[in-house]
């Protein structure tokens, strides 16, 4: 800096902070730009603009690699951003295999692709194998698996579709390991080549950051994955400097957060199964379940935080004992520390195949006696 500036350069570029000790809690740096060297040109693995790399977003990538186990991650702005960029990455005219019951923003993601792209799906329940192989095409480029599904939590064999899709050469296999999370299940140690995360549900843990993230282990296909990094950057669907510190601060509970919720959602679900209003209990942790057998082979530490259940009655009943819940809020998404119950039916509109007395729980960190005794005054 020159000696003699006048207040208004000083205000605007001529004192910096002066950072001398380092500090505990990372900073968030905002800048969108970054300086070059001082030989003119770009510093050696340093940054230059914010849609391409971040050091907040950097280390966020490097915490969520570490916790599937991957080699990669790339952080998106939010889950669907992350689905799109998977499909965007496809050939065109590819064809996509999904499970019948799957989040409902990746099915709409999808058919709204493929009026471009020529992207062509089929939906079919994957806990039949036989039903997977026999939809399998010349031109299946990718068998997308959710396990536990949403919101039915149907389990689906990682080991099998993978098995199914090595008989073929340019398949590959992503799983959304949203609602499992690698706490409890870690689909690139078991095969899968990409893993896909909504961080807005058990990663944020608080509901105030929407997010998403891609992992992968090897390189099957690298023209596959560069073009995926390529759609991050240039179509710039990246988390801001804030979402990513918010997401780093949360991922330092996860392990701990992730216990209480698989306890409280398997007390919870024993509770309602012996209710006598309560038809059917989706909880994978549950004996009865059919998807249990397959889910304790390939998840560990439980069952996850989600449930799902059938409650006596009609749809209007159905919603007035989730505007009876008074811990439990009645409000869309889930994965965050406190409790909510949502009917998908109503979110979902009118395509929704769901039935109309299904209630998705997502079972918070509060006390357990405290959760049950709300359903149990809810149901009444
Ligand atoms: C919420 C969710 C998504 C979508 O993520 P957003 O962050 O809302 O875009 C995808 N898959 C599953 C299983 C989800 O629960």
């Avoid at 799906?121 to 095409?137: H, K, Q, R, W, Y």
Wanted: charged letters at 20%; aromatic letters at 8%; hydrophobic letters at 40%.
């Amino acid at each position: 800096m020159p000696e003699k500036l006048n207040l208004e350069t000083l205000l605007v570029s001529g004192i910096s902070p002066e950072v001398h000790s380092e500090p505990v809690v990372s900073p968030i740096i905002l800048s969108t730009t970054f300086e070059r060297g001082s030989d003119g040109n770009f510093v050696p693995g340093g940054d230059i603009y914010s849609r391409s790399s971040n050091p907040n977003r950097r280390q966020l990538e490097k915490k969520l690699a570490l916790l599937e186990n991957g080699l990669k991650a790339l952080a998106f702005s939010s889950g669907q951003a992350a689905t799109y960029a998977v499909f965007q990455a496809l050939p065109a005219g590819s064809h996509v295999i999904i499970p019948d019951d799957i989040y409902y923003g990746t099915r709409s993601a999808l058919k709204l692709l493929g009026n471009n792209t020529g992207i062509t799906l089929s939906e079919i329940n994957m806990a039949d194998i036989e039903e997977v192989d026999s939809s399998i095409l010349p031109e299946t480029r990718l068998i997308w698996v959710e396990t536990p599904s949403n919101p039915k939590l149907k389990i689906t064999d990682i080991d099998a579709i993978l098995k199914l899709s090595k008989k073929h050469k340019n398949i590959l296999v992503a799983c959304d390991n949203t609602w499992a999370t690698p706490y409890f299940s870690k689909p690139l140690d078991l095969g899968c080549d990409l893993v896909m995360h909504s961080t807005t549900k058990y990663f944020g843990g608080h509901s105030d950051v929407v997010g998403g993230a891609l992992m992968w282990k090897e390189e099957k296909d690298e023209t596959f994955f560069a073009k995926i990094k390529e759609y991050q950057i240039t179509g710039g669907a990246v988390p801001s400097p804030f979402d990513c510190w918010l997401l780093n601060r949360s991922l330092a509970t996860f392990h701990l957060r992730m216990p209480r919720h698989a306890e409280n959602a398997m007390g919870l679900a024993g509770y309602l199964e012996s209710h006598p209003k309560i038809l059917q209990v989706f909880y994978p942790g549950l004996k009865s379940n059919e998807g249990h057998k397959i889910a304790q082979k390939q998840m560990v530490n439980g069952f996850g935080g989600m449930l799902s259940v059938l409650i006596e009655g009609d749809e209007e009943n159905c919603k007035a004992v989730a505007a009876r819940l008074k811990v439990f809020k009645n409000a869309t998404s889930l994965g965050g520390v406190e409790s909510l119950v949502d009917h998908r039916r109503t979110y979902e509109g009118k395509d929704s195949t769901l039935p109309a007395n299904l209630l998705r729980v997502s079972v918070g960190i509060e006390n357990l006696q405290d959760l049950i005794a709300d359903f149990k005054q809810a149901l009444g």
